[in-house]
């Protein structure tokens, strides 16, 4: 076995353990953690691919910006674990089923008569001003423009209804106008009234009776 192999097959291990974890850990919080374990190792294996920057890419939108949101929301939720036990075995004849579905779909697609090293073989290795970011932007913006721009689009039309469903009105919400805040003078907030100053009947009574006890 060479050096290159070893190291594949710990990350391969590392890998599948976290993948354990992820959908086996009891608190959500470790099971972000497994996940973000995941993601590193991925990593790892598109570095001995060459892939650098899929590899950076991964570490830097997934770990750093996706699993951190995940991380905020999970902490911050009060989550009930007892709850969110409840009616797991009632799921799970079709999520095995649906399991092992997705496991004869991968060695299907996966397997060696596609995807076997007398198929695709080791990759070649590059000389130092080679760019593996450059070859793949022309490969997105020449072979694969235009299922790039179907996903650009199938993306937009997914952030544009997230907004038309978040910004619904509703009768019973609070919300502040920063506009308004903004535009609002001295005269509509503070109201000065003048009183003329006055004097109930027995409070002189009540002092000359104070004094002279």
Do not use: C
Not at 29 to 46: C, P, S
Not at 58 to 83: K, P, Q, S
Not at 152 to 157: E, G, H, K, Q, R
Not at 195 to 203: L, S, T, V, W
Request: without cysteine; proline residues 2%; aromatic residues 12%.
């Amino acid at each position: 076995m060479t050096y290159t192999a070893a190291i594949f097959y710990f990350f391969a291990a590392i890998l599948v353990f976290a993948g354990l974890r992820v959908i086996t850990a009891r608190n959500p919080v470790h099971a972000a953690l497994y996940l973000v374990l995941a993601f590193f190792t991925a990593a790892g294996l598109w570095m001995l691919l060459e892939a650098e920057f899929l590899a950076i890419t991964l570490v830097l939108v997934y770990v750093g910006a996706v699993m951190v949101l995940f991380l905020f929301v999970v902490m911050m939720l009060d989550i009930n674990l007892d709850r969110l036990r409840e009616g797991f075995w009632d799921y799970l004849p079709l999520a095995g089923f649906v399991a092992v579905l997705l496991m004869i779909e991968m060695a299907l697609i996966l397997g060696s008569r596609h995807f076997g090293l007398d198929v695709t073989g080791t990759p070649a290795s590059r000389s130092a001003d080679y760019s593996n970011t450059r070859e793949l932007g022309r490969l997105l913006y020449t072979d694969y423009v235009y299922a790039f721009e179907l996903a650009a689009v199938i993306l937009l039309v997914a952030i544009v209804a997230a907004i038309a469903l978040t910004l619904r009105r509703r009768k019973d919400s609070k919300y502040i106008n920063p506009a308004e805040q903004v535009r609002v003078r001295r005269s509509d907030r503070l109201r000065i009234v003048k009183m003329q100053a006055e004097k109930r009947p027995g409070a002189r009574i009540q002092d000359s009776g104070e004094g002279g006890a």
